[in-house]
């Protein structure tokens, strides 16, 4: 049940209107909200239904004997239990057919014949959204920023709750948990900008998106030695669109409907190909995940605090690990990689004397952006290709060109140049916008919403590809 | 938080824009929720608002909206080229 699809049109409408006609029972309304949530996610696989419950369990639990009044070595054992059990699951889930593999390749090349067998088990969606959120409850407890719930219905709630489970934007626990403590009211929220949130988001997904991936992007990774070079390096920047399209209308969407429904969820983009430098592209980009590492790993694994080589290790380790969170694959790690290496440079770059000379000057800022976009679009290809092999053989396209003619269909150009839009379009617009459509009448607001609906239906094409992030 | 004006401090007039949007965009485009109804009814179950879906179809229909969604959509197809992959 995505987004975009009839089947979630009609569980959100009938949602709401459930939801604020028990607004005054806050206590009745979450039971049902957490039913709603779990009927969420057991429309993809109700067998995956104990996995959330769980990890649900672990986390409330766990949570309890976190509490601030037992001495600390007892406390940090139960949150290292608490942690392992989360990653456990997602180990065991996500990444041991991957390691299995890894041990079997070595074992192989030494002549072994190891008897181990993959697991093959099926991936539960979201399960690495889930992880975090788990994670990130328990260590805000430990750390004294949340009180241990008392309450299993608001832990099972923030876990689940259906706006944020597939793909986010990952709430972090002191942010979600106190909004459930009341009756939630409208007026707290702008209609018009989380209409126009949503509204964006589906033209995003179903326009840019969907033509993108499967006009283009799609057949091109699939076998780029059927493409010119012009195609291949197209493809590459058409993907930095469409993944950003693909993700950020999700979240989008996301935040408007848990905002319609009452709660608030943080921002997870800020026009990232804007970025100057790696370190403001991941300021920008999928920034609740940003701040997840950087709060419950980088930091605690000594941040910068002691010294340059030791600041460069824990960015690796981050970004190699961050890499990683987004699936078992060798593309991903090198991906990671390639990132926290660009973040070592740039974070001793930006405390160099050469950045404290020049670094403000308007060449310094073009080349920092420069730099900075095809840095992270030439690393797309990495985590777009299926495999390194694939990832190989399409750089190899475009360092030797095949000598095939460009295909490249002719809605691509505007709609990367609407993506690009979409870059440098005042943040302060959507605000504006919304403000604009609440202080109109109702039947304005129907006529806004109906045209741009009309509009996105009468452009989406028939066909659609799947949410990048769902899989994640 | 800043002086919301009234339309956006009641929730029930927001839930009425959105269903007032949704129920318009199915008259507009009948198609989706009757092949959706369609699908899902393999029990007979959605019997009814199958029948309804069928109805704002036919609605749609005579009165030249659902046409002008369907030549929209195959002309813009066309301008992209869509028809040809």
């Not at chain 1, 909004?179 to 964006?200: T, V």
């Not at chain 1, 504006?432 to 109906?450: E, Y």
């Not at chain 2, 199958?50 to 030249?64: F, K, T």
């Amino acid at each position: 049940m995505l987004f975009p699809t009839i089947d979630f049109g009609l569980f959100f409408v009938l949602s709401l209107a459930l939801v604020w006609s028990l607004n005054n029972q806050n206590n009745l309304k979450k039971v049902v909200l957490l039913g709603l949530s779990l009927a969420f996610y057991a429309s993809w696989n109700w067998r995956f239904l104990l996995l959330l419950l769980a990890s649900g369990a672990i986390s409330f639990i766990v949570g309890l004997y976190l509490d601030a009044k037992h001495v600390r070595r007892y406390r940090e054992a139960v949150l290292a239990l608490g942690v392992a059990l989360d990653l456990g699951i997602l180990a065991y889930f996500k990444y041991l057919d991957f390691f299995i593999a890894q041990v079997l390749t070595l074992a192989h090349s030494l002549g072994l014949n190891p008897p181990i067998a993959f697991v093959n088990v099926t991936l539960p969606v979201a399960i690495s959204f889930l992880t975090f959120h788990a994670i990130s409850y328990i260590v805000d407890v430990y750390r004294g920023r949340l009180t241990p719930s008392r309450s299993p219905v608001d832990i099972f709630l923030y876990i689940s709750f259906f706006p944020h489970l597939v793909a986010g934007p990952i709430v972090r626990a002191h942010e979600f948990l106190p909004q459930l403590a009341s009756p939630r009211r409208a007026g707290d929220f702008s209609f018009g900008e989380n209409m126009f949130l949503i509204l964006g988001g589906l033209f995003k997904k179903m326009v840019i998106a969907n033509y993108l991936a499967v006009r283009f992007v799609d057949p091109v990774f699939t076998d780029p030695s059927q493409f010119s070079r012009f195609d291949l390096i197209v493809a590459v920047y058409a993907y930095a669109i469409e993944i950003y399209a693909d993700f950020s209308a999700y979240t989008d969407i996301a935040i408007g409907v848990a905002a319609l429904l009452g709660y608030r969820f943080p921002e997870n983009f800020n026009q990232p190909y804007r970025a100057l430098g790696i370190g403001d592209f991941w300021r920008r980009w999928h920034m609740t995940l940003s701040a997840w590492l950087r709060d419950y790993l980088y930091i605690p694994l000594g941040g910068n605090r002691h010294g340059a080589l030791m600041t460069a290790r824990n960015l690796m380790l981050t970004m190699l690990l961050g890499g990683l969170w987004h699936g078992a694959n060798w593309t991903f790690l090198i991906w990671g990689a390639m990132h926290g290496a660009a973040l070592v440079a740039d974070h001793w770059y930006r405390r160099s004397a050469a950045f404290l000379r020049y670094g403000s000057g308007g060449l310094a800022r073009a080349i920092d952006w420069t730099l900075t976009f095809h840095f992270v679009c030439f690393t797309w290809l990495f985590f777009r290709a299926p495999s390194l092999d694939a990832a190989t053989q399409f750089i190899a396209g475009v360092w030797s060109d095949n000598g095939a003619a460009n295909t490249m269909p002719a809605i691509v150009p505007p709609l990367i140049a609407c993506g690009a839009l979409t870059q440098i379009i005042p943040y302060r617009a959507r605000a504006v916008i919304g403000a604009t459509l609440d202080n109109r009448g109702t039947p304005a607001q129907i006529a806004f919403g109906f045209v741009c609906l009309y509009v996105i239906i009468v452009m989406a094409p028939s066909a659609s590809a799947p949410f990048i992030y769902f899989q994640f | 938080m800043p002086d919301r004006p009234a339309s956006s401090t009641n929730a029930w007039r927001g839930i009425f824009t959105i269903y007032a949007i949704l129920a318009l965009a199915v008259f507009a485009f009948p198609g989706g929720m009757v092949d959706w109804l369609d699908e899902h009814n393999d029990s007979g179950w959605l019997a009814a608002p199958l029948a309804l879906a069928r109805g704002i179809d036919a609605a749609s229909s005579a009165v030249g909206v659902k046409g002008i969604g369907v030549a929209l959509r195959k002309r813009f197809a066309d301008i992209v080229g869509e028809g040809d992959s």
